[in-house]
């Protein structure tokens, strides 16, 4: 059983920055799989923002490239998703996934509000 958090969400004014964090219950190095995905409107499905893999293969969706950046600490056990020049459809509920072994495992959600 993997438990993660994530924390860091906030209101933030377009153009500005936040970091998310994803701190696991467990080795993240032993996670096949990580990432962080984001669901913009009750109703809607969660869409990939950012992952890596444990070769260190990491995937971006297009609307955040050149933006965010997704990164790990494997001491702290946590992984981080930094958010610059952040537009207001970046607004969403941001969650943390985990995979080890052939089980997924999702944090509770943390909301980031882009707005003036």
């Known amino acids: 059983q993997v438990q993660l958090v994530e924390s860091g969400g906030g209101l933030v004014q377009p153009g500005g920055s936040l970091r998310l964090s994803c701190a696991a219950s467990g080795s993240i190095s032993s996670m096949s799989y990580m990432g962080w995905y984001r669901r913009q409107a009750p109703g809607k499905q969660r869409e990939l923002v950012a992952t890596f893999t444990i070769t260190g293969n990491t995937n971006y969706a297009d609307s955040v490239k050149g933006r965010f950046t997704i990164s790990r600490d494997n001491a702290k056990n946590t992984v981080y998703l930094q958010m610059n020049s952040l537009k207001p459809e970046d607004t969403a509920v941001y969650y943390c996934?985990?995979?080890?072994?052939?089980?997924?495992?999702w944090g509770q959600g943390t909301q980031v509000t882009v707005s003036s």
């Open positions: 996934k985990a995979t080890l072994s052939i089980l997924n495992y």
